[in-house]
């Protein structure tokens, strides 16, 4: 479904802030795959999602997506494929439009847009099934506006937003990171069952070791812009965050016990 | 008072009209979220282009379209050297700006102001609006500039609120709410951002003529300092009438009003005695004002809310603070 070949990212090439930021990463994901990610900050998860999505070109290498090579399409073509959410709920829905309006932009994503209606009846009674899905309330806000919701119910609305039209490859960034622990779960808890629904082929970024272990069938881990585990399977199902912890002080090759980590 | 009274129908008339303006500014900068200076080109533009059409003989409609289309084609030099090029939006306005200066005069033969035969009364009765219409005794009242520009207004409102459900329309209020957004929901965001340009600057080189018919003529500085004039109508309708005034259409509605209350205000301090020569001052001041107040607001009350937004609830896998990957 998605084939990552040897892609480079080197940001500020040729200044003092130069950083490369992925150094040839290779990655294949089947059809219905939901991988978790993890690795430390600025190890390149987050660059590595964005040289999927587009948001700049790469370096060097080729990205395809269910067979197509979008290694040169800009964003706004590959959003075509992809569903994302960010780790800032901020970012992933409009703040100024309504709720039914933001899910009608998503359900549009890959369409050309020209002068038919922005939203139609039918669309309406479907986003009211789809956000009872959700569980947040938020059926009866169809038309409020989004900017009036809080942060966990922004992410839900984005994460609804990403599915709505079953992409081909779904990218969460830290999608709960900014939300209380109760939030949290229950965005999580709103990935799960959207793709698994679906059988998205999803990669999921997330600085929890308990929820990269909980959820999908495979786990890569990042270091210093390359992917230095990557387990699936038996073995992954049987993982835990001990022999985790274990795996990335002998990637980043430090032994210093983090025990920050043992509380996630 | 009677002098104010008297003047009242003109400055409301004028309102209107700079009111079309002002709509065209409120895609830019309240849709679009992009202060744009093309306009106080584009309005003389339009200006030009149908005093000099009209003159010669061309239909008063094809005049005003072709007005239209050349207030668009400024939007789309703005818009193409800011994507395309670029350039930040408010540079390459100035840029258009400077640029029009030249081409407006070229436009209107190289002179700096021309008119219209107002005074032949078959030139005058083929025109959709004149300040001689003003006058009630001689003419009927659906020739009255408050009535026609009234109806052209609300067609105007009709067609953007329209528009503005439609896919591409909704396309322009999210690249303008949140790009990054429009851009991950597949929406071309330079696309958008050039339309949304041509649109305005169309309806400002539309104001532009009629302004052009109101008066008898055009003159190379009539557009000066129109983006100010257009913020202080978006600002007058939104401190005014933000509160009732939900719907888009009537949104709309309150830029129009809030240019017909611009310009009874200007009236009043003309009447009081004020010299025209600090008018641009006292719009300027009063513009300014208006601007910082939702600064000050969420300075002194907001202040600390948006801290909180990130960053609690992480389990990091290291100490260190990493770079900010949302650039
Ligand atoms: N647009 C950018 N411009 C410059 N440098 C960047 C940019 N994006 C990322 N970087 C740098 O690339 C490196 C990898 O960043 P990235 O955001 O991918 O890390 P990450 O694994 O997502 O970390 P975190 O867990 O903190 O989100 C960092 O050093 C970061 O500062
Ligand atoms: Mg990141």
Not at chain 1, 32 to 42: A, E, H, L, P, R
Not at chain 2, 49 to 66: C, E, K, Q, R
Not at chain 2, 87 to 115: C, E, F, K, V, W
Request: hydrophobic content about 50%; overall charge positive; charged content about 20%.
């Amino acid at each position: 479904m998605l084939e990552i070949k040897n892609i480079w990212k080197t940001f500020n090439a040729g200044t003092v802030n130069e950083k490369t930021a992925l150094r040839g990463v290779d990655l294949t994901l089947d059809d219905g795959d939901f991988v978790t990610v993890i690795g430390g900050n600025g190890a390149g998860k987050s660059t590595l999602l964005n040289a999927v999505s587009g948001v700049w070109p790469v370096d060097r290498g080729t990205i395809s997506i269910g067979g197509v090579d979008v290694t040169k399409l800009p964003e706004h073509k590959r959003a075509k494929y992809i569903g994302r959410v960010f780790q800032d709920p901020m970012m992933g829905t409009a703040a100024t439009m309504q709720i039914e309006e933001n899910l009608a932009l998503a359900a549009r994503r890959g369409q050309r847009r020209g002068l038919r209606p922005g939203i139609t009846k039918a669309e309406r009674e479907e986003y009211r099934e789809q956000l009872k899905m959700l569980d947040l309330g938020l059926e009866d806000r169809l038309t409020s506006k989004v900017g009036l919701l809080s942060g966990g119910q922004r992410q839900a609305l984005t994460l609804l937003m990403a599915a709505l039209r079953k992409p081909q490859l779904l990218l969460l960034d830290e999608h709960t990171a900014a939300l209380d622990p109760k939030t949290a779960a229950k965005v999580l808890d709103a990935t799960e069952r959207i793709v698994q629904k679906d059988h998205l082929t999803t990669l999921m970024i997330t600085h929890n070791m308990r929820d990269a272990i909980a959820h999908g069938n495979r786990l890569i881990m990042m270091y210093d812009g390359r992917i230095v585990v990557d387990v699936s399977g038996e073995e992954k199902e049987k993982l835990t965050v001990e022999q985790l912890l274990a795996m990335f002080n002998q990637a980043s090759g430090s032994d210093e016990a983090d025990d920050k980590l043992l509380l996630g | 008072m009677a002098n104010f009274l008297n003047a009242l129908p003109g400055a409301v008339s004028q309102g209107l009209i700079w009111g079309i303006m002002a709509i065209g500014v409120y895609i830019t900068y309240k849709i679009l979220d992009i202060a744009d200076l093309t306009v106080d080109g584009s309005f003389c533009t339009g200006g030009a282009v149908f005093v000099m059409l009209f003159g010669s003989g061309v239909n008063l409609w094809v005049a005003m379209l072709v007005a239209f289309l050349a207030g668009m084609l400024a939007g789309l030099v703005t818009g193409l050297l800011h994507t395309a090029c670029g350039i930040p939006a408010i540079l390459a306005g100035i840029l258009t700006q400077l640029g029009l200066y030249s081409i407006n005069l070229a436009i209107m033969d190289m002179r700096a102001s021309q008119s219209i035969a107002v005074t032949d009364n078959g030139v005058l009765n083929r025109l959709l609006v004149s300040l001689r219409f003003l006058n009630t005794e001689k003419f009927p009242f659906y020739r009255h500039p408050i009535f026609v520009v009234g109806v052209f207004t609300a067609a105007i409102i009709a067609i953007l609120y329209w528009f503005f459900g439609r896919e591409l329309g909704a396309a322009l209020r999210a690249t303008g709410s949140n790009q990054n957004m429009a851009r991950a929901q597949g929406i071309n965001t330079n696309v958008t951002k050039v339309l949304g340009l041509m649109l305005s600057n169309g309806l400002v080189a539309l104001a532009g003529a009629l302004l052009s018919q109101y008066s008898g003529g055009n003159e190379i500085n009539v557009g000066r300092g129109a983006i100010v004039i257009g913020l202080a109508a978006v600002i007058i309708g939104e401190v005014l009438l933000d509160k009732v005034f939900r719907n888009f259409a009537l949104k709309l509605l309150s830029v129009s009003i809030g240019a017909i209350l611009y310009y009874i205000v200007i009236q009043a301090v003309l009447q009081m005695g004020l010299n025209p020569n600090y008018l641009k001052l006292l719009t300027a001041v009063v513009v300014g004002l208006f601007l910082s107040i939702p600064y000050w607001k969420g300075k002194y009350f907001r202040g600390y809310k948006k801290m909180r937004t990130v960053g609690i609830n992480m389990v990091k896998i290291d100490g260190e603070t990493g770079g900010d990957d949302r650039a």
